[in-house]
């Protein structure tokens, strides 16, 4: 059964830059497309960018579209999120998990998965 963990969060400042992994193990990464959620304090969680199986395809919440990232590397069984030009609104608890495919694109928000301890990002000066 895959298992994900999440880590690479932390302090940044508006303007700067921060790198999340999800690290996969009890399963071939390349089965499943995968997306990133987060959660800020007092709301729901949301589903900021998805990747397909293969990589070829990407989706991503309009607010974080060329800021964010998405990107996988299958035989390191790892998904990364390459977050830059980060706002305080971005401060969040980021989680990644499987999330639904259809027709080798990935549907952002659609988790498939269990949640992780995620990974907490916090944007301030």
């Known amino acids: 059964q895959l298992q994900l963990v999440e880590s690479g969060g932390g302090l940044a400042q508006p303007g700067g830059s921060l790198r999340l992994s999800c690290a996969a193990s009890?399963?071939?990464?390349?089965?499943?497309?995968i997306g990133w959620f987060r959660q800020a304090p007092g709301k729901e969680r949301e589903g900021v960018a998805c990747?397909?199986?293969?990589?070829?395809?990407?989706n991503y919440r309009d607010s974080v579209k060329g800021r964010f990232t998405i990107s996988r590397d299958n035989a390191k069984n790892t998904v990364y999120l390459q977050m830059n030009s980060l706002k305080p609104e971005d401060t969040a608890v980021y989680y990644c998990?499987?999330?639904?495919?259809?027709?080798?694109?990935?549907?952002?928000?659609?988790?498939?998965?269990?949640w992780g301890q995620g990974t907490q990002v916090t944007v301030s000066s």
């Open positions: 009890g399963d071939t990464l390349d089965a499943y497309a």
């Open positions: 990747i397909s199986r293969s990589g070829v395809s990407t």
């Open positions: 998990t499987k999330v639904l495919s259809l027709q080798a694109m990935c549907v952002l928000g659609a988790n498939r998965g269990s």
